[in-house]
């Protein structure tokens, strides 16, 4: 009997330690478990919160004057003054009539004819804008003359607002259209768009007069990922 108790004694003591042991292991994982987690979370939910959940919207457009396009005309693509302050206000007055920025407007321009008003592709696009008579023959019936600027830009937004309006604002999509499909072409136009902002943005910063509020209508089209529209 004495064995009994002795043995019963050792078996309590064991599941008296294996009870504390236990207790304090839980108490370690929840102490780990309190933090840890919490820690990831918030770092997952930080960029959420700091976005607003919005990632592919843009960055504020820049509204510039027509003094900002035509300097940068004449000093980054070498356009005569006369012809820059042609496209300027063509510019100006198309992105303000369809509702577009017009650093899109200027970015297609430098991506499809480098600002050569006179510019002809092999396929017989035509001017700044490379409006394809062929492609549009109701809209180019009583169309002037296409290496005019104030003509040219007003036909190509035209275009442009149209395939933005079949695309519900989608603006890779629209690009994509306006290209005929080439690969690449939307992405061009948004590396062109980021060097406008920055040049403008810069002179905006350096006291000139480019101006981030001055858009006199809201620019319709969507957020957009220039390579979603290369995949078409």
């Excluded at 294996?18 to 207790?23: E, P, T, Y």
Aim: net charge neutral; proline share 5%; glycine share 10%.
């Amino acid at each position: 009997m004495h064995g009994i108790n002795a043995l019963n004694g050792m078996t309590g003591a064991s599941v008296r330690l294996a009870s504390v042991l236990k207790a304090a292991f839980v108490t370690i994982v929840f102490l780990l478990a309190g933090f840890s987690p919490v820690t990831h979370a918030q770092s997952i939910a930080a960029p959420l919160a700091a976005s607003g959940g919005a990632i592919d919207a843009p960055a504020a457009p820049i509204a510039p004057e027509l003094d900002d396009i035509v300097s940068a005309l004449c000093a980054q693509f070498r356009v005569t003054r006369p012809d820059s302050i042609k496209i300027a206000r063509a510019v100006l007055n198309e992105a303000n009539r369809y509702g577009m920025s017009p650093v899109l407007l200027l970015a297609v321009m430098a991506v499809e004819s480098g600002f050569d008003r006179h510019a002809v592709s092999v396929v017989g696009a035509r001017g700044l804008m490379q409006i394809l008579p062929a492609a549009h023959p109701q809209l180019l019936a009583r169309a002037g003359d296409l290496s005019d600027p104030a003509t040219n830009v007003h036909l190509g937004s035209a275009i442009l607002r149209g395939y933005l309006d079949d695309a519900d604002g989608d603006l890779g999509a629209a690009l994509h259209r306006y290209s005929g499909g080439g690969r690449g072409y939307a992405r061009r136009v948004d590396q062109r768009m980021q060097q406008f902002n920055a040049h403008f943005q810069s002179v905006a910063n350096g006291n000139g007069s480019a101006n981030t509020n001055a858009a006199t209508k809201p620019f319709l089209y969507t957020a957009w990922h220039p390579d979603s529209s290369e995949s078409q």
